[in-house]
């Protein structure tokens, strides 16, 4: 019986539309100021799962990676433990960012490293609703978060820079641009911390005062 061809992998198609995708990605660890904070990427296929939620990377490449991952676990937990390390990194560079702060070195060339890994937008190719950066076959770490990696470069490269913030919640950490038309929230939410930090404030006028 003639041996099975290999499959190969189609062209990814990448969008990388969305100037806070890095950060988004960072904040799949959040309540980092707490002694156990809450990680949401716990097993590659977590990380897939947020790719495609995120649209960081197609359908058809996604499942191709799927199936890659699937056929070789130490592959797959190699880029995986990868990737967890490049979303710290990211963490580590918008956080200094928002505190006005250049980030350090080490984590600049970091995270340049894993830019250089990554593929080039080099050329373009008709999307379901559009267009999309057509580009290789995801193969590491760089190249299937890709997305996520442009924007972080696109983003300390431009000025919406100035508009990285992090929850002023210590137990939080939360980045997120803002928006804002004056460019001074304070709260990833303020439904969340900002009401917290309202109702230990009135709490301590009140203990004060008793």
Known sequence: MAKAEPVTPPPALLRAERADLCLEFADTRFWRGTPAPTETLKVPADLLAWCGANAALDAASLRAVEAQWKDAPPRAAAAFAE??????????????????MAPRADELAAFNQALDR???????????????????????APSLLAAVLWSGGDLLAGPRRLRVRQCA???CQW?????????????????ACGNRAKAHRHYLRVKGGG
């Open 83 to 100: 990737a967890l390390s490049l979303r710290e990194t990211i963490f580590a560079i918008f956080s200094a960012t928002a505190q006005g």
């Open 175 to 191: 980045l997120f641009l803002d928006d804002s038309k004056s460019g001074t929230r304070r709260w990833c939410s303020m439904s």
């Open 118 to 140: 990554a593929p080039r937008r080099a050329m373009l190719a008709p999307a379901a609703d559009g267009y999309a950066w057509q580009v290789a076959p995801p193969r590491n």
């Open 169 to 171: 919640n210590p137990q």
